[in-house]
């Protein structure tokens, strides 16, 4: 009988192939499959038990924090903290980066994440996901990290993925050698993989956006979204909407269909929404890892931006490639 590679093996098998490798990357990977296994656990329990709803307070960008929100940020933080590869992390639900002391002082990475995406979906068994975002770290080893390990741009990033905690959970990532995807199967208690090397489709026919905020939305948004829905045999217009609203969870469906996810600026949110660090950049990378774009404005790689404060947004367009040139076009004019 032959068995599907897990996460473990595969990880074990790619440090192989760099002999420089000192397995740091790899470790930094067990605690993240770690933690995304005790979320998903209680994710799982949700509606069980008394975790679903807000926890009463705000995170520093004035949004509710629910309580899986606190859960999650605490399960990725003390797994990243325990085998002393990371010596700080930065994350949605923290105001300001966390700097690892003791032994973690000497560790080589730092991790950008939003521990769950799409929490306001927890409510509803809607999926939700956590995405994760890694760098080498620039200030001096055994000192505290500093603003600059953390404003890098995402050209820099070592590795980035997600979790997708849906009607199966995987664990989705690239260290710039391609994309691979792992089902976590709950029986054995491992991620196999079951996706891999994941590429995204060069044209698409699915278009992800907020379309309740048509009417704040630039004019060259306004009018791509009108072609999507405009009749065309040749291109298959009009295109299919959907929008789950949670980020993970959108961009992973059009990653394997093809497909364009829109979150652009609007007069409600000048600056567009999602955050450039942990949410835009990790799936900036996975989307051109898998053959995709993600811009910030027409000829703007949102990999290219160079950050100036932890909890910046951006506008963000990503997908299928010929999709993302489309919108280009549409907003240039
Ligand atoms: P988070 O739950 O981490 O705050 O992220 C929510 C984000 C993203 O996941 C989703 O695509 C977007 O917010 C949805 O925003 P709208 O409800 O404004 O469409
Ligand atoms: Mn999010
Ligand atoms: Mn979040």
Known sequence: MSMTKTLGEFIVECQSEYPDATGALSSLFSSIRLAAKVVNREINKAGLVDITGAAGAENVQGEQQQKLDIYANDKFKSALQARGE?????????????????????????????????SSNIDVNVSVGTIFSIYRRVSAKGQPVTDEDFLQPGNKQVAAGYVIYGSSTMLVYTTGNGVNGFTYDPSLGVFCLSHPNMTTPEDGNIYSVNEGNYVHFPEGVKKYIKYCQEEDVATHRPYTSRYIGSLVSDFHRN??????????????????????LYECNPIAFLAEQAGGKAVASPGQRILDLKPGELHERTPFIVGSTKMVEKVEEFLAD
């Open 86 to 118: 990371v010596c700080g992390i930065a994350s949605e639900e923290e105001d300001k980066y966390v700097n690892f002391e003791g032994n973690s002082q000497d560790g080589d990475y730092v991790v950008l994440m939003d521990p769950l995406d799409g």
């Open 255 to 276: 990653l394997i269909k093809g497909g364009i996810y829109l979150y652009p600026t609007s007069s409600s949110h000048p600056n567009g929404k999602l955050r450039l």
